[in-house]
Each structure stands twice: as structure tokens, then as C-alpha cells.
């Protein structure tokens, strides 16, 4: 099979689509320029920067773009043909002692008022710049009018990332698609004694057949929970634990492919002898669950704060007699599984700021949450839905009846 | 095939044992503790933690290491299962809401003097600290007697990270190994015609039939030089140029088994009808870069700063007649091929006091370097040495002849 050795024509496009989308937003936030600065990305990589270049990058290296169109990537000599090749960035400056020169000198023709940079409290996919670069680039700034004029890139970077072109919503389905098909598999697969690893090892193997990367760490993808027993959450799928009769079996996962995530969840009843359907119990939890993520795709439309978006789903849920679950109602999907930008979650300290940022359109959200059903396991669902002019549209196919096993 | 969904057995005692090697280092280096504060590690990864955890973490997280040899991992509930398994923290500690409440608690009962924490402008292995993740630490650590006593843990992580473990030098033999079976096939393979994509594409298809990742970017991974059009450096190799005759053959590679890297250049001489051996300008230039390898090598032991090693082999290399190559002699390699800490160059801004650090004992480094032979193409070599007592050993078998083709 012949192997790629340069990113795609179809990567090459889109990451020049994605910068020119860049300029347009840093116009409508009134945002003079963006300045990315990176070094040895293989190692310690900006998440943005998958975004904008599509390869990585040796020496310290500056990517601009400006409200006005300009975008220019300064390099080190060796990557300078390479970045060239992508044609994303219009003028490539490679350079071979020192950054700091040719940097001074092209702000300096640029004149911003303000540069954002990578930083970010709130938001990890907009906060690539570490301590030490930073340090780095006040020292290169250092005596120029330039020094000042630092502000957080986070409201370009999410709106970026945030809003999928239309080639980034194909991705995605696909990479829908693929997961669906693996569900499938082991919709047909899955037999009362199959351990959760076993399970993972089956998913793991579909993928792998396909050539699709998994969406994220593979000891957690699939999650796997077979019944109460289960560690379930970001747990280690058990090489004991196996589906049983009476309990629900739930996974988590999603694929990557074509650099786009997947990221789904599905819950079975495990039918015992003599059952074909699922007892009042599950069924009951079943229908809290669908009912509250119906309820949180209700509220999901541009312009409302995600922690409202939260709290639909999550009142929802409290009010038929479950408790509320220890996680947000949904994050935003796209290159990673956890794309960054608005966090449908509640207002706790661990999501900073995210729960306030408003929804739009464009953004792709998953809708996830679930209950453990008291001797019968974990039970949740999650979708995926894109938002749109005034509302949202699913992107995968709602599970929206409980699946039997058995 | 079985697949892993967990860190191997010998992964977590490698984690276990680097936390514990920590602990001495920080002894020696006289620094209460040491701070390791990541989050959504999938996307945003501080490149120590492969080193002491081998897993991701999702949650605003805490590793700390103190000097007594206290080893504590503060992260998301869903988190702690999994990260009690690896062994190596003795302390876990599992958090809901917010981890700046256990996190103070935590840095109260251990009363350091001095927290090091992951920045660094220098060592980008060091430097693993977002400016967001900064800001945050500032504000849990605000109002407390920690928060003025924060410092850089880049010595203790250039130390952890230099000082190989003999389980790692194993490692590192094995993807040498690895590497060496992919020259010899290409050895055998390679023929006049032959273009440097198909070159690559060889390599890429023997390091996937034996499960071997690839020791950095796939585009460049092998570089492949086929003559004096090449675009060599960090290009991509050429679909149209090929091997011919009378012109220098020259690959740059490296695989990741067992996640360790390789990194190693080879150099052949393409005969021309009637040719038995490589014409003087080419073994003129082979000589040149192999003694000025081995001038690197002699100058090579514990205590030696970095760029005295660049110095003995740049100067050898320009007394014999040929220009200064642009880039350093060497550098670290390790679960990167770059793998930080000291870089055996010069003195030049980008490589920052990297050239100023002092050897050790156990690091590993490449010695590399090569001349463009006019009208033939660009001759180098790579050979990767393990620092010992009082020099350095070589780990990579020496190529010590011209290779010929054709």
C-alpha cells in the first residue's frame, strides 16, 4: 500500500481554508494579529497548530496572521521549504541563528496594535504557549514597541477551532460513521461471558482492520462497563469482569480519521432468561437519560451561555428522581475527542470560565450523561449534533431505544 | 493478536523507578519538591510525563516528588483508579470539584521551601508549563506561603531525562537494532532509479511490518538524500529524483520500539560503470566527517561542556577544508529523538545555554554531521554513544566505510 509522506492535497486545503477563516475572525474581533510561537512540536506541540500548518515545526517559530490577510511563517531554514510546500502561509522567512531579528523586524512592518498570543486559563486548545517561550518572546520583544501589546489569543483559537467549515463537518461524520460501524460489530459480537477486555481487544481490532487511529488514550477508548462491578469512567477495561445477564452494558469511544474525532456512547440490557425486554428499572433510566439529553439538544441553539445547555439536561435528569452525574453535559468535538472552546457544563472551579461562553453556530457539541442503575451498571448515552442558524442538528444517529443483548 | 490496553508490566516499573530516581535527584540538587501540573494530556502533553506516569490525565492534575522521597498525584476522580495502578505514586488523591482545595492542603503538610516547576526557555523537555497552566497555579497557590516559592525544575528534569537507566540503554539498543535491520534491507533494495519517495516508502513498509513507529515525523522520517538536487534538511523526499550513479546516497532515520528512539545517518556512493570504489572527493569527504566524528567522541566524558565536544569536531571538519555545517554535533536522544538537555553545538542564540550545560554520565547523545560534495551530494553520518565514568561508548555499530551501491 503506498504510504503518504507529506500531508494530503485535501489536509493542504483545509489548513489554508482554516487560516484564511483566521483573518476573517481577527476582523470581526477586532484583533490586529496572531502571532503562534513554537518550537520542537513533535515533542511539545500547540494544539492549534495541527490547525494552521498540518506538520511540525524544529526551530523556534513565529506563524502571523493578520486581520488585513497577511500570513507569515518565520522558520527555521530547514523547515522553510517544507512550509512553503503547504501553501497555506504566503510568505515563508526561514532564518539560521536567531528568530529574535527577523521576528522585530517583521512586526515592526506589520505594526500591530495588538498581538494575541496561545494563552489561555480556561481553554487547554488555546493555550499552547509555554513558560519558557513566553519568557523567550518578552526577551525577543524586549525595548520594542511591541512588548506591550500581548493579549490571550483564547476568543480567535476557539472561534477557529470552534467553527467547522463545511470539510470539517464531512470529517466528522465520517469519523461517525466509522464508530457506528464498530458498534455494529459488537452489537453482533458481544455474548454474556465476553470479558470488557476482551471487548476492547474486539473494538481495538475492527479499528485497527480499518487503518483508523482511535480517538483517544487506548487503555479508556473504548470505556467499557459491564455491570455494577465495573470501574467504568476512565477506568482499565477488566480482564474478569465480563457481560452478564441483568446487567447493562455500556461503552464509550469513537475513532479518529482523516484527523477528525468520533466520540459516542451506547448502552445494551443484558436480557436473562426468558426476558425480551428491558425490567422497569433499566427502561426507567433509559428514558431519564434520552429525556434529558432531548432536553439539552432543546436548548442548544447560538447565542446561549453552554452552562444553560447544562442545566436543562442536568435538571431534567434530578427531576426524575436520579442524581446529578459528576461530569459536563457535553464539550465540543473536532481534531481531539475534547476539542476545547465552551464546555456545556455547571459552574464548577474546574471549568473555569468555559461553562459561560456562549454557543455558535457551527460548533459541533457532544450531548452525553448517564445513571448507574442500582445492581445493574452503568447506563449512559452520548451523541454528537452540529448547531445551526437557531437550534442544533444531530450528526450521529441518536440511540433512542435501549438495545438488547442476549 | 493480543493488544495492550494498559501501560506493560515493564513500562510501569520503568515509570516507578524514573519517580525514584527523581527523589535522588532532587536530594542532590538540594530542591524540596518538584511540581508537575498538566492537564488534558492527550492534547496538551508535558513531555515529563511519559517519564514518571506512562498514562494521560484529563483533569487539572498535580504530580509531585519531593526530595524525602514522598511521591503524590492529586487528579479527577475518574482518573485516580487508573493512575493507582501504574504503582509509581504512593499518594493518590482523587478530586471532584477542584483541585486547588487538595492541592494547598497538599503543598501545607510538605512545607517545601522551593517548589520546581516545569519551565524552561532552554530545554524544551523542560518545559511543559502552559502560560494558562502558570496563571492557575498562581491563583491556588494565591495567598499562600507557597506562592514566591516557585523555581525551574529544569535541572532536575535535564537529569531525570539525561540520566539513562540501564532498562533504558536496553531500550535504546533495541531501536538501534531496529533501525540497523532497516539500513541492511535498504543496503539490498536500493538501486540506480530507484527515487528517494520509493526510498521512503521501503522504509515506512519495514518499520510497519514489524509494528516499529517511526522515531519522528513521518515526512521526514527517513530524509533522503539522492544527489546535489536534493532538498535534504528537513524536506520531503522527492517522487522524481532517484539514485544514480556518481552521485552520494544518504538516509537519516530512526524508529521508536518500546518507546525509545533510534536516530541514525548512513551514507553510500553510487559506482559508475567500471567504479569499485568511491572517487577521491567522496572518500576525501567520508574521511573528513569520520574523523570529525571521532574528535566529538574523544572529546566526549562527565563534566565536559556541551559545545567543547561541538568545537573539536566543527574545527577538525574545517581544518580538513570543508565549511561549518549549520546545525549542532549533537544531541540527547532518549523516548524522543530530540531528547532535550544538553545540545553538543555552538554558541549560537537559537540554541540557548543548551551548549553551556555540562555532560553526564549516562547520557546519551548522537554525533552527527556532513559535508555537501559538489556535484555528488550531501555525505553524513550519525552514530549514537552512551556516556560513561570517564568518556563515552558507542551504541550505534560505527560506520567507519563508505557504503557502495550499484
Known amino acids: 500500500m503506498p504510504i503518504a509522506t507529506s500531508p494530503s492535497n485535501s489536509a493542504r486545503a483545509l489548513a489554508a481554508a482554516k487560516v484564511e477563516q483566521a483573518a476573517g475572525i481577527l476582523n470581526e474581533l477586532g484583533i490586529d494579529a496572531w502571532l503562534t510561537f513554537v ?8 494544539p492549534v497548530l495541527p490547525i494552521i500548518l498540518g506538520q511540525s515545526l524544529t526551530w523556534q517559530s513565529a506563524l502571523v496572521v493578520t486581520a488585513k490577510g497577511d500570513t507569515v511563517a518565520i522558520v527555521g531554514t530547514h523547515d522553510a521549504d517544507a512550509v512553503r510546500s503547504t501553501g ?53 520583544l524586549s525595548g520594542t514597541s511591541h512588548a506591550g501589546t500581548l493579549v490571550s489569543a483564547a476568543n480567535v483559537i476557539r472561534a477557529l477551532r470552534g467553527r467547522k467549515l463545511p470539510a470539517e463537518i464531512e470529517r466528522l461524520r465520517t469519523a461517525i460513521a466509522g464508530a ?3 458498534f455494529d460489530r459488537i452489537d453482533r459480537e458481544a455474548t454474556p461471558g465476553l ?27 473504548p470505556i467499557v462497563t459491564t455491570g455494577p462491578d465495573s470501574m467504568g469512567g476512565h477506568g482499565v ?31 445494551w440490557y443484558v436480557c436473562q432468561s426468558g426476558e425480551s425486554r428491558a425490567p422497569d428499572d433499566v427502561q426507567r433510566a433509559f428514558d431519564a ?27 431534567t435528569l434530578v427531576s426524575r428522581g436520579y442524581p446529578e452525574y459528576t461530569h459536563a453535559t457535553g464539550h465540543e468535538v473536532g481534531r481531539a475527542a475534547h476539542d476545547g472552546g465552551g464546555v456545556l457544563g455547571p459552574t464548577w472551579e474546574r471549568y473555569g470560565k468555559t461553562p459561560f461562553l456562549r454557543v455558535e ?12 442503575v442500582p445492581g445493574r451498571g452503568y447506563l449512559g448515552l452520548e451523541e454528537m449534533v452540529v448547531v ?19
Open 88 to 140: 497555506a502561509w504566503h510568505e515563508v522567512v526561514g532564518y539560521v541563528q536567531g528568530i529574535g531579528e527577523p521576528l522585530r523586524e517583521l512586526l515592526d512592518r506589520l505594526a500591530p496594535r495588538h498581538i494575541a498570543i496561545n494563552e489561555s486559563t480556561d481553554d487547554v486548545k488555546a493555550d499552547g504557549l509555554t513558560v519558557g517561550m513566553y519568557k523567550l518572546l518578552l526577551e525577543h
Open 237 to 267: 477495561p477488566s480482564t474478569t469482569l465480563a457481560i452478564r445477564p441483568g446487567n447493562v452494558f455500556h461503552l464509550d469511544f469513537g475513532v479518529r480519521i482523516d484527523d477528525y474525532c468520533s466520540d459516542l456512547q451506547r448502552s
Open 289 to 315: 437519560v434520552l429525556a434529558s439529553i432531548d432536553a439539552a439538544a432543546a436548548a442548544l441553539r447560538p447565542g446561549v451561555e453552554c452552562r444553560a445547555v447544562d442545566a436543562a439536561a442536568r435538571s
Open 195 to 221: 470479558t470488557e477486555a476482551a471487548v476492547a481487544g474486539l473494538m481495538h481490532g475492527h479499528a485497527r482492520d480499518q487503518g483508523w487511529e482511535l480517538a483517544w488514550d487506548r487503555a479508556g477508548c
Open 39 to 46: 518550537r520542537e512540536t513533535t515533542e511539545s506541540g500547540d
Open 361 to 372: 453556530s457551527g460548533n459541533v457539541f457532544t450531548l452525553e450523561l448517564g445513571v448507574d
Open 180 to 182: 457506528d460501524t464498530i
Open 388 to 406: 445551526t442558524d437557531n437550534g442544533c442538528a444531530p450528526l450521529s444517529t441518536p440511540q433512542r431505544a435501549i438495545k438488547l443483548l442476549g
